[in-house]
Nanobody, 123 residues
Framework: VQLQASGGGLVQAGGSLRLSCAVSGSIFSINDMGWFRQAPGKKREFVAAISWSGGRSYYADSVKGRFTISRDNAKNTVYPQMNSLNPEDTALYYC?????????????????WGQGTQVTVSS
C-alpha cells in the first residue's frame, strides 16, 4: 500500500485548505484511514480518522467542528477539509492507513504512512 499526501501550503488565519491522500496498491486490505500532524518540537498527534467504508469518522477535540474528513472510494482518496485554520494548526500533516482493528487515534496501530504535506498558517 502506498499513500501520497498533497494539498498543503501557506494560508492566513481563518482560511481553509483541503488535503488529499491518494491510496494505491492493495487497497482491499485497508480498513481505516487517519490523519496525524507534527509541529516542530512536538509529538505527532492525531487529527482525524475515517473508516474506508465511510460509515464512521472521528476527530481530535482540537479540530472538531473545523475539520471534516471524507473519502472518495472511486478515486481511492481521503480528504480532510480544514476550515477556520489558526497558527496552532501549523504542522507537517501525514496520512496513514490501517489494515485491521477498530478505528483508532493511536499512531502506532497504523500500518502504512504517507510522506507528509506541510501546512503553515500565518497570523
Amino acid at each position: 500500500v502506498q499513500l501520497q499526501a498533497s494539498g498543503g501550503g501557506l494560508v492566513q488565519a481563518g482560511g481553509s485548505l483541503r488535503l488529499s491522500c491518494a491510496v494505491s496498491g492493495s487497497i482491499f486490505s485497508i480498513n481505516d484511514m487517519g490523519w496525524f500532524r507534527q509541529a516542530p518540537g512536538k509529538k505527532r498527534e492525531f487529527v482525524a480518522a475515517i473508516s474506508w467504508s465511510g460509515g464512521r469518522s472521528y476527530y481530535a477535540d482540537s479540530v472538531k467542528g473545523r475539520f471534516t474528513i471524507s473519502r472518495d472510494n472511486a478515486k481511492n482518496t481521503v480528504y480532510p477539509q480544514m476550515n477556520s485554520l489558526n497558527p496552532e494548526d501549523t504542522a507537517l500533516y501525514y496520512c496513514a492507513a490501517k489494515a485491521g482493528g477498530p478505528l483508532t487515534v493511536v499512531a502506532g496501530l497504523y500500518d502504512y504512512w504517507g510522506q507528509g504535506t506541510q501546512v503553515t498558517v500565518s497570523s
